[in-house]
């Protein structure tokens, strides 16, 4: 499997988690030959709405988490938020 790195949208470093993996196929400059092993993608399975609403409700109550959240947005402006943290 080869995954292909290309630069963020914000800090320009490479974000391998949300880049899928390259097929194993002599295409692939980085192919090894293998029996029957297939990779074509990530697989992504259903989360129950219930348990999602209370881990995003939780984020919000834990001081720490919600403020690294809002370090991690996109459009976070606030440098103050940092010092806040614990």
């Known amino acids: 499997m080869t995954i292909v790195h290309k630069s963020g ?3 320009k470093n490479a974000d391998s ?6 097929a194993n196929t002599p295409e692939n ?5 293998q029996e029957e092993l297939h990779i ?9 709405t219930e348990f ?8 919000k109550i834990d001081n720490n988490c919600h403020m ?3 370090l991690l947005m996109k459009d ?3 440098p103050s938020l940092s010092s806040k943290l614990d």
């Open 9 to 11: 949208n914000i800090h």
């Open 17 to 22: 988690r949300s880049r899928c993996a390259l």
């Open 52 to 59: 999602l609403n209370q881990v995003k409700e939780s984020y």
């Open 68 to 70: 690294l959240s809002q």
């Open 29 to 33: 400059p980085a192919w090894v030959p």
């Open 76 to 78: 976070c402006k606030d």
């Open 40 to 48: 074509e993608g990530i697989f992504v399975t259903d989360i129950g």
